[in-house]
């Protein structure tokens, strides 16, 4: 079964960068002195609707999570090659490891030749939209937004101000999580986790902002899918009658990601208004305790179930009808 995913273009897909399977090692809380850098290309952000937009998102997510970093936003698209090339180099110059063998020079060399970067740059100059949320694992480790086509996201506010609250709960998820492990290993975050509550908090924080209104968004994520893609939660559990919520098969077969982040939002709302569990727990709290206890016991510590319990419970609840479920936000 095919499924047409319409993922928004600044809603990412997780990359982790520079992907080097050394021993894995338990990652540190990331808070950082210094505030995210944003770099925009030539041509963009005439009027300062862009950055402004993006800003407004970034700064409540900074106020809510705490700051996080280094954490570098691009806002890219085509019109001045030499300008996209001097940004990359730069890029390149903030991933450069101090304490490697190898030259600055022969770093940042390595970083412009893979094949990944080459292409993200014609990308950019075709004025294609690809990109999301980049880290890396090793040092330095950092953590980037690089949207290749900024001009569509600098034509829609409200989307880009989504955006940039969606990616940075993931910046701070990634800081209290080891991504060198599998998704479904316990140092690291199920999908449905990551784009799940990512999606929950950045909708919450938008009706937050005056900008949607966040129940019927998530009824949306139920009938048709709203802005993450088709088909919505119901077509699919009527269609894929063995889903699972814990399994990355989704994900891997790259046909129903869009699962995680609609099944997701709803597991998360099922632990605020059903499991009654703390909103700031549940996006934020449970978190910190990842690196120490591991998720599964995190969970529970904060959840006050096991995820084996919870996945069954969700399960059964998310079947029932629209006027049921949407019944918990009252
Ligand atoms: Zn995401």
Not at 171 to 191: E, P
Not at 281 to 308: C, N, Q, S
Request: net charge negative; hydrophobic share 35%; with cysteine.
């Amino acid at each position: 079964m095919r499924f047409i995913i319409t993922l928004v273009a600044y809603f990412c897909c997780l990359l982790p960068s520079l992907a080097i399977a050394e021993k894995p090692q338990q990652t540190q809380s990331r808070i950082s002195k210094a505030p995210p850098k944003i770099i925009v290309a030539k041509g963009l952000n005439a009027d300062g609707s862009l950055v402004k937009n993006y800003r407004r998102g970034l700064e409540y997510a900074i106020d809510y999570f705490g700051n996080y970093g280094p954490y570098y936003v691009y806002l890219l698209g085509p019109g001045d090659e030499e300008n996209i090339r001097a940004i990359y180099q730069r890029r390149a110059e903030t991933r450069v490891n101090r304490d490697s063998p190898d030259s600055p020079r022969r770093q940042v060399m390595q970083f412009l030749n893979q094949g990944s970067i080459t292409e993200e740059i014609k990308s950019v100059l075709a004025g294609h939209s690809e990109g999301g949320l980049t880290w890396t694992q090793d040092p330095p480790v950092l953590y980037e937004d690089v949207t290749t086509n900024a001009t569509q996201r600098e034509k829609d506010p409200v989307e880009n101000t989504w955006g940039a609250l969606h990616e940075y709960h993931h910046v701070f998820q990634m800081a209290h999580c080891d991504t060198k492990f599998d998704r479904d290993s316990d140092k690291n975050l199920n999908s449905w986790m990551s784009e799940g509550m990512a999606s929950y908090s950045s909708a919450k924080f938008m009706e937050n902002l005056g900008l949607i209104d966040f129940q019927k968004y998530m009824l949306e994520l139920r009938t048709s899918g709203g802005n993450i893609g088709r088909p919505g939660i119901k077509e699919f559990l009527e269609k894929e009658p063995d889903w699972d919520l814990a399994g990355e098969r989704y994900w891997e077969e790259g046909e129903a990601a869009q699962v995680y982040y609609m099944l997701g939002a709803w597991a998360t709302a099922y632990l605020i208004h059903v499991q009654g569990v703390e909103e700031q727990v549940v996006l934020r709290e449970w978190y910190y305790d990842i690196p120490r206890l591991g998720k599964a016991a995190a969970f529970e510590k904060h959840m006050g179930l096991t995820l084996a319990d919870f996945y069954q419970k969700f399960a059964r609840f998310i079947q029932q009808p629209d006027p049921t479920v949407m019944a918990i936000f009252n």
